[in-house]
């Protein structure tokens, strides 16, 4: 009679503590602890590890699952001073009141920034003086990729012709679900994944037999790519050639990377639900000491000040380590201030467009013809005959006018085209909801937020995308027609050298720069829209589960597409340059960038011309970056002094540098000048003739700015300056002309700004201008864009 009493009790204490213990593992969140390296040296430990286990078992020791391996996620090495452990906020708490920590923060979640390209961008395999023939294709260098990983077994990370593994190297591929370390190659020399602190804050995606997310939505426990961004990415920057490349029929060609000689390491940060800082820390950290010469991350989000920003921490010790690290700006443009990856020494790359259009022409039932793209294949025409009904379902469900997941009416949707405003939810899916409603087509309309951004899809039904003016003639004729009607016509691929391009996308995150307003971000812009490269062949085009279509490559557009076009190129620089500085690399694309297109017109934002908020230095030019002429070169020591004028405490310069400085004697020794390539002043009232960070008085209302180049050219060369003042600003340079008597050699210039304009009350306004020395010869033209800012009072 007493069992069933002492069976509920039992059961009762069993469910009371595990309901315990998922309350505690939901408290539970990784947080990244900076320490200060001179610590080690003094705290007896033979590893770091160690030294970090110890630092952490106090905190934890009275919790039952405070075992290290639970606990402690990643020991660092190079990329900061310190670990990633899973902590409460009180733990938190009480470690950074420990000796010898520097800082303590949560992770964070970083979003990805979602062929014909190097054509488009001049690059030619039959030129010898090109870049790709003086820098044999990027021959001899590694480009580190963090992102979702790879698809090893696709014809762009063959190793046909390419050169050994460089003996420097000392990358392994790590043995994982569905990937063996057979699977590398000379071109594919690396692939390591991290997922531990993801685990902790996505645990939705885990596997029930690995710690590491995998299992539900198809994900691979391995450097393995289980979305196709990383191998899109991957063999956007230095994938083989491939000839008969294309998607469904369009963009065929042979696809090939912007540096396909050279050497690809996957370091699998991104997973499913994201990126998180404590995995980038880790893969940076391993990247730096397998011995990468060039970062590419697709990825990033909104702007951070830099002592809580991961990758601007980890991307000023690679820099220290004569590693340049490419980001991608984001994808929240074109509002103002939304570009991310803002640090100086990050080389920070917005989006662009090509001259390649995909056409899908809407043919309205009273004649008219809309403008529309996509990349449904181009048939005999028989299966668009057939006109089919219009229908555009706003009065159904909520959301049913953005063709959100079951709010469409099959009765009134099936067997018609469906039109879907765009947002909220992803293009593709859109046509997927369509399809499982019933509907036998889709017009996705762009609303005013998209304008008439083009960024096109392999629909899993046939589908046009139409811009917002389109869009807009679209719903009156339905409104306005009894019985509206339309079919589509695919075109195919078009490519059309009159045609307005490159120019800036709408999607690419604009400047200035919120955290670092006298730097100008981006840097440079490169093709980022429909762009063709690689993709798992398990993979359906458009990357939903309910696509089972196979294909070898697929488009996608975004500053992801972006960023890797200029990783590929700065390994080409690299290559051809192999004992500069990230500096210079990042200093010769910006000032060898393009700033009209190929029409000989300024470079276009929508219908205007481009401002250098969108633009930054300009469309990044391969062909002239391997030989600028002059560079802005600096060391990471440079950055200090500027670090100090944008305010930033001893400590937190100490976060994200590890250097004990004073700011006052620093500024007292080196100045307050940042070498940069571009130049941006800042006017405010009641400092009329200095800006906190960019300059200093050196008369009144006068700001001054110093640079200093380096002849990277022939020796015996002359330079003269040719100055575009902005708007109502009076520009000065001293002197105005530079000669160079040998390579290498350095000269100081001075550069003055006065501000002809009254301050605006209540408001902020820009104008913009350019400084550049022309070689006598005009062989060389080394421009810097300059932006003026004026803050009027409140």
Same mark, same amino acid.
């Given at each position: ?272 639900? $994201? ?61 103002? $201030? ?122 899993? /039904? ?45 999607? !690419? ?40 279509? &196979?294909?070898?490559?697929?488009? /996608? ?23 500069? +500085? ?62 100090? &004028? ?15 400085? !004073? ?16 130049? +941006? ?57 530079? !000669? ?27 104008? &913009? ?26």
């Amino acid at each position: 009679m007493g069992t069933p009493h002492v069976l509920l009790f039992f059961l009762f204490i069993f469910f009371h503590l595990l309901s315990s213990r998922m309350l505690h593992a939901r408290e539970l969140h990784t947080h990244i602890i900076q320490l200060h390296p001179n610590q080690f040296k003094t705290s007896g430990f033979q590893h770091k590890s160690q030294w970090h286990r110890s630092i952490l078992w106090p905190t934890v020791a009275e919790d039952d699952d405070a075992e290290e391996p639970f606990r402690l996620l990643y020991s660092y090495e190079a990329v900061i001073e310190g670990f990633a452990a899973l902590l409460t906020d009180g733990e938190a708490a009480a470690i950074r009141a420990t000796p010898g920590v520097v800082a303590v923060r949560r992770d964070r979640r970083h979003p990805l920034q979602t062929t014909y390209s190097y054509k488009f961008l001049g690059l030619n395999s039959y030129q010898r003086s090109g870049p790709w023939g003086e820098s044999g294709f990027g021959e001899g260098t590694v480009v580190g990729v963090l992102d979702t990983g790879v698809w090893p077994e696709s014809s762009s990370f063959l190793d046909n012709g390419m050169p050994p593994v460089p003996k420097r190297w000392r990358g392994v591929c790590q043995v994982g679900e569905s990937f063996d370390p057979s699977l590398c190659n000379r071109k594919l020399i690396g692939a390591r994944f991290y997922g531990r602190g993801h685990r902790v804050e996505e645990p939705t995606s885990n596997s029930g037999k690995s710690r590491w997310p995998a299992g539900t939505n198809g994900e691979y426990v391995s450097a393995r790519d289980a979305h196709g961004h990383g191998t899109h990415t991957s063999s956007t920057a230095v994938g083989a050639p491939v000839e008969g490349a294309g998607v469904v029929g369009n963009a065929v060609g042979t696809a090939r990377g912007m540096a396909p000689r050279a050497h690809l390491a996957i370091y699998k940060v991104c997973w499913f639900g $994201g990126c998180y800082s404590s995995d980038i820390l880790a893969g940076m950290d391993d990247a730096i000491q397998d011995g990468v010469d060039v970062l590419s991350l697709s990825l990033g989000g909104f702007p951070l000040p830099f002592h809580e920003d991961s990758i601007a921490i980890g991307a000023y010790r690679a820099a220290e380590r004569g590693v340049l690290v490419v980001c991608a700006a984001g994808n929240n443009g074109p509002l103002p $201030g939304s570009v991310a990856n803002e640090a100086p020494w990050i080389t920070t790359v917005g989006a662009s467009t090509l001259d390649r259009s995909f056409p899908a022409l809407l043919r309205l039932g009273n004649g008219q013809v809309l403008y529309g793209e996509s990349l449904h294949p181009a048939g005999d025409g028989h299966e668009n005959e057939q006109f089919l009904e219009l229908v555009y379902d706003y009065a159904g469900s909520p959301g049913s006018q953005f063709c959100f997941n079951s709010t469409l009416r099959r009765d009134v949707v099936q067997g018609k085209m469906v039109v879907c405003d765009r947002g909220s939810t992803g293009r593709a899916l859109k046509g997927e909801v369509v399809k499982e409603a019933g509907g036998l087509a889709m017009v996705l309309a762009n609303t005013e937020q998209n304008q008439e951004e083009n960024s096109v899809d392999v629909h899993v /039904l046939p589908a046009t995308l139409i811009g917002y003016r389109e869009a807009v003639a679209l719903k009156k004729y339905i409104t306005s027609t009894k019985n509206p009607r339309a079919r589509i016509l695919f075109r195919g691929t078009i490519y059309q050298r009159n045609f307005r391009a490159p120019g800036v996308a709408l999607f !690419s995150s604009r400047g200035p720069s919120t955290t670092n307003p006298t730097v100008l971000k981006p840097d440079v812009v490169a093709p980022g829209v429909n762009i063709l490269a690689a993709w798992p062949d398990n993979l359906g085009p458009t990357g939903l589960l309910e696509d089972t279509r &196979q294909v070898n490559f697929s488009v /996608l557009s975004g500053t992801s597409m972006a960023c890797p076009h200029v990783s590929g190129i700065a390994a080409l620089v690299r290559s051809v340059h192999p004992l500069w +500085s990230p500096a210079a690399i990042k200093s010769a694309l910006i000032t060898t960038a393009d700033v009209v297109d190929h029409t000989g017109g300024p470079i276009l934002d929508g219908r205007r011309p481009a401002g250098v908020f969108a633009l930054g230095g300009g469309h990044v030019n391969p062909a002239r970056a391997i030989n600028p002429g002059l560079v802005y070169d600096m060391s990471s020591a440079d950055y200090l002094p500027h670090l100090c &004028q944008l305010g930033y405490t001893t400590s937190q310069i100490f976060t994200i540098t590890h250097k004990n400085i !004073s700011c006052p004697l620093l500024a007292a020794k080196k100045g307050n000048f940042l070498n940069y390539p571009s130049m +941006s002043v800042i006017f405010k009232e009641g400092r009329r003739h200095s800006t906190k960070t960019a300059g200093r008085s050196h008369r009144s209302g006068w700001v001054l700015l110093i640079r200093r180049v380096t002849n990277v050219g022939p020796p015996n060369s002359t330079y003269s300056v040719e100055v575009e003042p902005p708007q109502g600003v009076v520009m000065r340079v001293s002197p105005s002309s530079l !000669s160079f008597h040998n390579v290498n050699e350095s000269k100081t210039f001075r550069v003055w700004f006065r501000s002809k304009r009254k301050m605006p009350k209540g408001n902020i306004s820009y104008a &913009q201008g350019s400084l550049t020395w022309v070689h006598l010869s005009h062989s060389n033209k080394v421009r810097s864009s300059v932006a003026v800012t004026w803050v009027g009072p409140k």
